[in-house]
């Protein structure tokens, strides 16, 4: 057990860690924001405080995305699963073609929920690997008439990552970014729409933020539920509702510790150094192994596996008393994770690394 007040290295795949000068500003002005006597929790969303802190964390986060005015940005609730709904609602009717990119456990949830309101083409699909490679470019078309195409940049469970946005022509193409949203630089132009669930790597779960580009608004159907049809969102700053307002004031905090730590770029250096330190350990052990391919290994999410499964549970129990905790790999397919979020600091990753080594020499 831990000593009460200590913070652990937290791989959790998310809700994950945040940065610690995140939860120690939020902690200073928790009793008062702003000279308010209250939380921010506690404040009207339609005050003129908290519609600044609303403005201005959009702000921010097209500043730190790149974002131009060609773009709508939404924060929603319903996480990014409902936005495998918003999506079809917003850019197709019925009898409309979506066209998919099948590489992993999201891939295929957003598939099943598109097939609710429209029909699916899975133009490529890596199920045959195990989700361990992604489709070349190049290896499939996508039909001019699609409504949209549809991928995932980042599949968490499986750590495949895409290296670059895939070719569509004039089709858009719809990015769920949820576990790599702010990991590195990334060409917002090259899609209609980015989304991603904000507990990996922008802040606490309940808010989804969606970028639209602004000619692919006025589509939305009849029946698309208010609270998700992006048009009447993007023309009400995303407030016809209450929003996740802690969530979105926490999500300017991240995105501040962002730009003052040299941005996109900066995150980049980050996690490709960490992901290294890693991915060479595993791969020079004869004990842990890494099924991706190394072309397309997640720099968030690091699955392994030993050479003896059967101590899976004692890897992640000895690793939780040594203070690195959440390292069980998804139910769905065991062995280990270790996330790497952003906010993970590269001594982190040393400090397991080192467990690694010392329990390889301990079991191996
Ligand atoms: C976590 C995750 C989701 C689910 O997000 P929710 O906000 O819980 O709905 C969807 N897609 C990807 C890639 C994820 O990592």
């Known amino acids: 057990m831990n000593n009460a007040g200590m913070r652990v290295h937290n791989f959790s795949a998310g809700p994950a860690m945040l940065p610690v000068e ?8 928790l009793l008062d924001w702003g000279g308010s006597g209250m939380s921010v929790m506690e404040v009207s969303h339609r005050g003129k405080a908290f519609v600044a802190c609303a ?16 773009y709508a940005c939404l924060f929603l609730q319903g996480g990014a699963l409902g936005q495998f709904a918003a999506a079809p609602l917003n850019l197709s009717v019925a009898g409309d ?3 998919f990119l099948n590489t992993g456990d999201w891939s295929k949830k957003a598939i099943a929920e598109a097939r609710k309101y429209a029909d699916v083409a899975v133009l490529a699909d890596t199920a045959d690997s195990s989700f361990t490679t992604l489709p070349q470019p190049g290896s499939y078309e996508v039909p001019a008439d699609a409504a949209y195409l549809h991928y995932t940049p980042n599949e968490t469970i499986r750590g495949v990552e895409f290296q670059a946005v895939p070719q569509a022509g004039a089709v858009p193409v719809v990015a769920d970014m949820s576990s790599t949203i702010l990991s590195r630089p990334v060409d917002v132009d090259a899609h209609g729409v980015i989304y991603a669930g904000a507990q990996k790597n922008m802040g606490p779960s309940g808010l989804v933020v969606v970028v639209v580009r602004r000619d692919l608004l006025g589509r939305a159907r009849p029946e698309t539920p208010t609270v998700w049809d992006w048009t009447v969102q993007a023309g009400a700053d995303s407030m016809i509702n209450t929003p996740p307002t802690f969530s979105l004031y926490l999500l300017g905090l991240v995105l501040d510790w962002v730009k003052g730590n040299g941005g996109l770029a900066g995150m980049a250096e980050r996690n490709k150094a960490k992901a290294a330190l890693l991915y060479s350990f595993i791969d020079a052990s004869p004990f842990y192994s890494n099924p991706v391919d190394p072309a397309y290994r997640s720099w ?15 890897f992640v129990a000895e690793a939780a008393a040594a203070g690195l905790t959440n390292l069980g790999g998804h139910r769905s397919v065991g062995g280990m994770r270790a996330s790497i979020y952003n906010a993970m600091p590269l001594e982190g990753v040393q400090a397991l690394v080192d467990f690694m080594k010392e329990f390889e020499r301990t079991h191996g």
Not at 300 to 311: G, H, I, K, Y
């Open 22 to 29: 995140v939860l120690e500003q939020a902690q200073t002005e």
């Open 55 to 70: 403005a201005q964390t959009e702000a921010s986060l097209r500043e730190v995305m790149g974002i131009s005015d060609d």
């Open 97 to 99: 073609t979506i066209a």
């Open 300 to 314: 968030m999410n690091v699955p392994f596996l030993m050479a003896s499964p059967d101590l899976d549970k004692q």
